[in-house]
């Protein structure tokens, strides 16, 4: 068996002790003769797996008692719906647009009320987080919209926007897990977990309960998207997607047994700078991002020339660095650098890109 390195956007890599794990597991969960696939989401067993899950995250993230924890499905782009539909009280909201999920989540908006625009970094590729300290919000705005961290563009919101007291909602797919968090300066957090934290199929929602409406404002809104229905039923309303569930709760014990985030915050900052300071010293290769906002998870960066880039791609593929083609919009290449890389796939990552630029200098 050999295994590469795999610099994916997600679906990503994971830990490889929780895939092992996970194996050792497959066909008889603890004695109980069955695989968590195979086992109904009512039986204590079930129970026990997601109630640890959710435990062991609010201790890893300090959850107040105050917030939920729901475990969902229909990926991130759901809640781009989810989140007007049960936030819109007032039928507004502003929303910092600084890549195309921020776009995607804003355009979905648009739909169930009056999404404005606050804040774009549109004009230069996304390549940067405006300044947010004192933006022009709707008095009557029930929540200001931020993905917190730019997957595509490689971007991260280093300081959180001045809300002028509105609540903030945060589309954290891409950071999720990879540095501590104040959950009490928000009052949504959600991601799909297939980033940084699990398989595709599972989406974690942190909601402050004040905000979960008795019912949605939007007339007709699916139950399935009701966070009401899903909090009273422990994310059971339906069949929830079981397996990815207990993936994520394994990936959950591996980052405590790490440390927890301060451990990962310090160990992505090492592996971040190693790959930010090959670029800033490489007369080939450099980065595509404000140096102040340059995200630790996702490094998109470019020689200028696209058939360098082609032959980078090719070349880093057939020594076993896998996804390093950047994304569709943008070009060139993105090093995803998630909490389940070692170290070491990115000390030797940069040592190969140091090769190919001796070598074609
Ligand atoms: C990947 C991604 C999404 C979309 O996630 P799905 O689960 O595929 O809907 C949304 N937001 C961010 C920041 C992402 O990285």
Redesign the pocket.
């Known amino acids: 068996m050999s295994r590469v390195y795999n610099f994916s956007a997600?679906p990503a890599v994971l830990p490889e002790e929780v895939l092992k794990e996970a194996a050792e597991e497959m066909l008889d969960y603890r004695g109980c003769g069955m695989s968590v696939m195979e086992m109904s989401h009512r039986s204590k067993m079930y129970q026990q797996i997601i109630d640890e899950a959710e435990q062991d995250l609010r201790d890893l993230m300090n959850i107040p008692d105050n917030y939920k924890v729901l475990f969902l499905q229909g990926?991130?782009?759901?809640q781009f719906a989810a989140v007007p539909m049960n936030l819109m009280k007032n039928g507004k909201a502003a929303y910092i647009v600084t890549g195309q999920?921020a776009k995607k989540a804003y355009q979905e908006a648009q739909k169930y009320g009056e999404a404005v625009a606050v804040a774009s970094s549109a004009d230069k590729t996304f390549s940067y987080i405006p300044d947010c300290s004192d933006l022009d919000i709707p008095e009557d705005a029930d929540y200001v919209y931020i993905?917190q961290?730019?997957?595509i563009y490689g971007t991260l919101f280093h300081e959180l926007p001045n809300t002028k007291g509105h609540e903030l909602v945060a589309?954290v797919?891409?950071c999720f897990l990879s540095e501590p968090v104040d959950v009490t300066k928000y009052g949504v957090i959600y991601g799909?977990v297939?980033?940084n934290v699990g398989p595709?199929g599972v989406?974690i929602a942190i909601i402050r309960e004040d905000l979960i409406p008795e019912t949605p404002y939007v007339e007709n809104t699916p139950t399935m998207l009701s966070w009401k229905i899903q909090a009273d039923n422990g994310s059971m309303y339906n069949t929830p997607p079981c397996y990815g569930i207990y993936i994520c709760g394994k990936v959950f014990k591996w980052l405590k047994k790490m440390g927890g985030l301060e451990a990962m915050k310090a160990l992505n900052e090492k592996k971040a700078a190693i790959l930010y300071d090959f670029l800033d010293s490489s007369k080939m290769f450099k980065g595509t991002v404000r140096k102040e906002d340059r995200s630790l998870m996702n490094v998109p960066f470019i020689t200028g020339n696209d058939e360098l880039d082609a032959k980078f791609v090719a070349e880093a593929k057939k020594a076993g660095f896998e996804n390093l083609k950047g994304h569709r919009s943008v070009g060139g290449m993105r090093a995803s650098i998630y909490n389940a890389m070692p170290i070491e796939g990115v000390e030797k990552l940069v040592a190969f890109m140091k090769k190919f630029e001796e070598e074609n200098a």
Not at 75 to 78: E, F, I, N, P, V
Request: glycine share 16%; proline share 0%.
């Open positions: 997600g990926g991130a782009s759901q999920w993905c961290n730019n997957t589309d797919s891409s799909g297939q980033k595709a989406v």
